[in-house]
């Protein structure tokens, strides 16, 4: 049932109508209605589901690092993760980051509106010489180099590699360095950095920030990163392998287990489990089988002196 209100507004339903009232103007639409989902919807919203949680998961691991985002940094961060989990050869259910292309994680920045290629002159680089050695370079800058913010006191270069292992909920910080420079007329020199013996079966996520700082009349620091400025920039991302080549491997008994941090809000287990309650209630999908190659046209060219004919008008 509708009601006319005094001031001439509508609320209320009548059939399938609603009308309502949104900044003193009267609504009128649809009700909404429950759309049956099909399987191949539910499991692509289960697996951007699986995303999400890996999101999550890795920034709240990484805070240390990215300090301010901007507004859209989370939605594209779970794209960038969806577009890696995707990249996999396993099928749908069977995957998650441990088997995607950690390509599409390498350069991502954290703070759109100040990208650390655009802050910073030089451009430091990460590499994996060997499966066990993440291997981490950065040349030769001052605070003339680094751009965008005004030259208070010193700022901070953070480098910060962590471990991940998804499917045992769990990361750990294997290296972290913090170049610190105090004066423009003392720049920082070229260093490189080798990071050894990783536990294996993990994602290894290597980013650099950087976070200004100046003081104030207590002589404490305060730090100046904001929305508008905060450069952050994963430069590397690997998959550390065993012996047999495999990506994923119990690693819990390697190293000191006190040293890791828990994934308490990572849900992907369960959202793996998910797509197994879904596939024995529907049934898996089967692959589809690969098209045949179509037919090309072949083009025949005169070879040889031809004339051209002029079209009658």
Not at 49 to 70: E, F, K, Y
Not at 251 to 270: F, P, V
Request: aromatic letters at 8%; hydrophobic letters at 40%; one cysteine or more.
């Amino acid at each position: 049932m509708a009601i006319l209100h005094k001031k001439g507004t509508l609320s209320g339903a009548v059939g399938n109508i609603v009308m309502r009232t949104f900044n003193s103007q009267t609504v009128v639409q649809a009700k909404p209605k429950k759309f049956k989902q099909t399987p191949a919807s539910k499991a692509s919203a289960l697996e951007f589901g699986l995303a999400s949680a890996t999101s999550l998961g890795v920034r709240h691991a990484i805070v240390p690092a990215c300090a301010v985002s901007d507004k859209k940094m989370v939605n594209r961060f779970n794209t960038t993760i969806l577009k890696a989990i995707r990249s996999s050869s396993k099928e749908r259910g069977e995957r998650d980051l441990h088997d995607g292309d950690l390509s599409h994680l390498k350069g991502f920045q954290f703070n759109a509106n100040s990208p650390l290629t655009d802050v910073l002159s030089v451009r430091p680089e990460s590499s994996m010489p060997a499966p066990d050695k993440i291997r981490v370079s950065i040349p030769s800058f001052s605070l003339r180099s680094v751009k965008g913010w005004r030259v208070d006191d010193f700022c901070r270069v953070r480098l910060l590699v962590t471990a991940f292992h998804f499917k045992e909920k769990w990361a750990e910080f294997i290296g972290h360095e913090d170049i610190e420079i105090t004066s423009i007329k003392e720049p920082f020199e070229a260093r490189e950095w080798l990071f050894e013996h990783l536990p294996v079966g993990c994602v290894i996520i290597v980013t650099v920030s950087i976070h200004a700082f100046t003081t104030n009349l207590l002589r404490e620091r305060v730090e100046l990163n904001s929305r508008d400025w905060s450069p952050a920039e994963i430069i590397g991302a690997y998959h550390t392998l065993d012996e047999n080549g495999e990506t994923l491997v119990s690693s819990m008994t390697e190293r000191n287990i006190q040293d890791r941090a828990h994934l308490l809000h990572y849900t992907g287990n369960d959202i793996l489990k998910a797509f197994q309650e879904l596939w024995e209630i529907h049934g898996k999908p089967e692959k589809p089988k690969p098209q045949p190659p179509g037919k090309s046209l072949e083009l025949k060219i005169p070879i040889g002196r031809f004339e051209l004919k002029q079209q009658p008008k």
